[in-house]
C-alpha cells in the first residue's frame, strides 16, 4: 500500500536489519526503524512500534531470526522465543508465528539454522499478504451488494486500525474496503478514533488518506447515532484472537459496536486471517486481556504550534485509571466472518467448513 505515493510494505528484511515503521510515530512522522537484536524486536512490540495481531507475529518471527544472528546457541533462541511470546499476551498470532518458526528450527545445529529461519519469515509474510488480499475479494461480494441495492456511496464503520499497518499488505478489515475502492466502488468510512491510543484516528484515517478513500474520523461513542441515523450500512473490524466458537477478542470498545449495530439491524462483520483462530481455548473467559500502562489514558501525544510531537497531561494527577487493551464479543452478535478462505459463520461449524 502508499505512503506519500510509495509503495510500501510494513516490515522487510535487509542487510542484516528487520525494518519496520515505527508506528508510534505516525501520522506526524514517517520513520523507517531498524531492528538489530532480539530485544529490539520484544521492545518494538512492548512500545507497540509495531501493532496488530498479523504484523506483530511477523515481527516475532523476524525476531527470532535476529536471535540467530546474535548467538547460533539453542538455549539463547530457546530463552528468545519466551520473550517474544511474553512481550504481549492476547494476540494469538504472536505464540502462532514462534511456535510455527521453532518447529521448523527444531534439531537443527547447522550453518543453515539462519538460511531456514529467514526463508520461514518471509514464507509466514508472503502468505499473510495473499491471506489479507483474499479477505478483500471475498469482503468485496458484500460492498458489492450493498451498493447495487441503494446505488449511493457505502457507509462503512470500522474501529481501531485493521488495516495495511495492522499487517504485512492490505490489511484485514480495510482490505475489502481497498478492494471495492480500486474496483470504482463509492465509499466513505466511519473511523473510530479509538482511545486511548487513537489507533483509528492516527492509522486507519492516515491510510485511508493515502489511498484517496474518502473518510471521517469520529469518537469512539459516536458510531450508535449514526447507526440509529441509518448514516451507517455495515461494521466491519479485525479481530486479536477468535475462537473455534466465533467469539472475538479485539480493540476494547468492539463489543459495543456489536451491540449497537445488533440494536439498529445492521450487519457487523469480523475479517480475520485463519492464523488468528485459536482453536485450543474453549471459553473466551480463558483468553488473557492486556492491561497496559494507564499512562496511554492520562496523557495524549500530538503535535505542538512548532510542529514537535509532546505528549501532555488530560487527567488529575491523583486520579486512578484502568487500561485494558482488549474486550470480547459473543459470536452471536457477528453477522460473518470473513476469512481467506471465505465468508461463515461465526460458530465451529462455520469455521470447521473452511478450516478441514
Known amino acids: 500500500m502508499k505512503i ?63 536471535a540467530i544472528l546474535e548467538s547460533n546457541d539453542q538455549t539463547f533462541l530457546k530463552k528468545s522465543a519466551e520473550g517474544l511470546i511474553n512481550s504481549r499476551p492476547t494476540a494469538i498470532n504472536l505464540k502462532w508465528a ?29 502468505e499473510d499478504i495473499n491471506f489479507c488480499k483474499n479477505i478483500g475479494l471475498h469482503g468485496l461480494k458484500i460492498i458489492e451488494e450493498i451498493y447495487n441495492k441503494k446505488k449511493k456511496p457505502v457507509n462503512i464503520l470500522t474501529h481501531c486500525n485493521a488495516g495495511w499497518l495492522a499487517t504485512i499488505n492490505w490489511g484485514t478489515a480495510t482490505s475489502p474496503i481497498y478492494h471495492a475502492h480500486k474496483k470504482g466502488i463509492p465509499i466513505h468510512v466511519w473511523v473510530d478514533e479509538t482511545r486511548p491510543r487513537n489507533q483509528g484516528a492516527n492509522l486507519t484515517s492516515y491510510e485511508l488518506n493515502e489511498e484517496e478513500i474518502k ?14 441515523r441509518g448514516e451507517v450500512d455495515m461494521c ?11 467469539d472475538v477478542c479485539n480493540k476494547v470498545g468492539t463489543y459495543l459496536k456489536a451491540l ?11 475479517a480475520l486471517p485463519s492464523s488468528t483462530i485459536d482453536w485450543e481455548t474453549k471459553s473466551s473467559k480463558d483468553i488473557p486481556i492486556e492491561k497496559r500502562n494507564s ?62
Open 4 to 66: 506519500e505515493g510509495k509503495d510500501y510494505k510494513t516490515i522487510w528484511f535487509e542487510n542484516d536489519c528487520v525494518k519496520i515503521i515505527d508506528q508510534t510515530k505516525l501520522p506526524h512522522k514517517f520513520i523507517i526503524k531498524d531492528l538489530k537484536t532480539v530485544k529490539d524486536a520484544i521492545n518494538s512490540i512492548k512500545l507497540m512500534e509495531v501493532r496488530g495481531a498479523p504484523l506483530i507475529g511477523a515481527t516475532a518471527a523476524y525476531g527470532i531470526v535476529l
Open 98 to 126: 514462534i511456535d510455527r518458526m521453532m518447529k521448523k528450527l527444531s534439531g537443527i545445529n547447522s550453518d543453515k539454522i539462519l538460511e531456514i529461519a529467514l526463508s520461514e519469515a518471509k514464507k509466514i509474510c508472503e
Open 215 to 228: 473518510n471521517t474520523i469520529i469518537a469512539d461513542n459516536t458510531g450508535g447515532i449514526l447507526m440509529n
Open 236 to 246: 466491519i473490524v479485525g479481530t486479536d484472537r477468535t475462537l473455534a466458537n466465533g
Open 260 to 270: 449497537a449495530a445488533k440494536d439498529n439491524n445492521i450487519p457487523f462483520y469480523v
Open 295 to 356: 499512562d496511554e489514558l492520562s496523557k495524549i501525544e500530538g503535535l505542538d504550534e512548532n510542529g514537535n510531537i509532546i505528549k501532555v497531561q488530560i487527567y488529575p494527577k491523583k486520579s486512578k485509571s484502568v487500561n485494558l487493551a482488549f474486550d470480547i464479543t459473543p459470536a452471536k452478535y457477528v453477522t460473518k466472518l470473513i476469512t481467506e478462505k471465505g465468508i461463515c459463520e461465526a460458530s465451529e461449524n462455520g469455521l470447521k467448513k473452511l478450516f478441514k
